[in-house]
């Protein structure tokens, strides 16, 4: 369900985990215990879910919440979705703008690179 990935050739370290299958009500819990691992004091995360199938309101909520949490903390969240299935869910619900949404991990280190250092 959850992978975590690091990758070392971008010129500074972001966490990376990838999600795959359902987030739900009943995966929920689990996930955000694997990313509150990985969102302390000014972290800097990318959460693939380009291999999700499903997402119903909890994982939406969860999402849209450690978001605002690291945010709060100083640090940095961005979803990469290749397959572009959160980006409709998140649009049918109105919520499209609170979370950096870009379309490969790749994309989405670029993306924050400047926000990251300035």
Known sequence: MAERRDVPDFRRAWAIIALSG??????????????????GQG?????????LHFLDDFGVDMLVLLAHHMRRQGGLMALAD???HVRQVLGEAG???????????????????GEASG
């Open 82 to 84: 290749r397959r572009g």
């Open 95 to 113: 919520l499209e703008d609170l979370l950096p949404l870009f379309g490969s991990v790749a994309e989405a280190v670029r993306g924050l690179e």
């Open 22 to 39: 359902s987030l739900d009500d009943a995966t929920v819990d689990q996930v955000e215990q694997e990313i509150q691992q990985l969102s």
């Open 43 to 51: 972290a800097r995360l990318i959460v693939d879910v380009s291999e």
